[in-house]
């Protein structure tokens, strides 16, 4: 048995340059926006994104209710605060984390706040991504 499935989106990654696949992401709130690079990671439950881009969105980072991840190089805290996620186009509000230390230097975009609102495909061998929005 076969499957054909259709996407809207591709994209094309560079997975030993960047070290992961990395995804294209701009977040929004308060009337500002950046555009910042994050890698995909589907064992992630949330989206995790550096401080940085939180303070540059004048968000009031430590306002937002506080959770601490564990992964197997320690544990860091973080604050959820609702934004505008957009990818290839697709936009939709999400909530996501901000770490609260400056060091943690990578953002994530995991199943919750981000792949739950996407159809995906990879074919990692041809370093491909593909995506739609998911519409129940």
Same mark, same amino acid.
């Given at each position: 048995?076969?499957?054909?499935?259709?996407?809207?989106?591709?994209?094309? #990654?560079?997975?030993?340059?960047?070290?992961?696949?990395?995804?294209?992401?701009?977040?929004?709130?308060n009337?500002?926006?950046?555009?910042?690079?994050?890698?995909?990671?589907?064992?992630?439950?949330?989206?995790?994104?550096?401080?940085?881009?939180?303070?540059?969105?004048?968000?009031?980072?430590?306002?937002?209710?506080?959770?601490?991840?564990?992964?197997?190089?320690?544990?860091?805290?973080?604050?959820?605060?609702?934004?505008?996620?957009?990818?290839?186009?697709i936009?939709?509000?999400?909530?996501v #984390?901000?770490?609260?230390?400056?060091?943690?230097?990578?953002?994530?975009?995991?199943?919750?706040?981000?792949?739950?609102?996407?159809?995906?495909?990879?074919?990692?061998?041809?370093?491909?991504?593909?995506?739609?929005?998911?519409?129940?």
């Amino acid at each position: 048995m076969s499957f054909r499935l259709n996407f809207d989106h591709h994209v094309s #990654y560079d997975d030993e340059r960047d070290r992961g696949i990395s995804i294209p992401v701009r977040l929004s709130a308060n009337d500002r926006s950046c555009l910042i690079t994050a890698k995909l990671d589907t064992g992630c439950d949330f989206c995790i994104f550096e401080r940085r881009w939180g303070d540059w969105l004048g968000l009031d980072i430590e306002s937002g209710s506080e959770r601490v991840f564990r992964t197997m190089a320690g544990n860091f805290v973080t604050h959820q605060h609702a934004v505008i996620v957009e990818t290839c186009g697709i936009q939709f509000e999400s909530v996501v #984390y901000f770490a609260r230390d400056g060091a943690v230097s990578r953002s994530f975009v995991g199943r919750g706040g981000w792949l739950d609102h996407f159809r995906l495909a990879i074919v990692h061998y041809e370093r491909d991504l593909f995506l739609s929005l998911y519409e129940a």
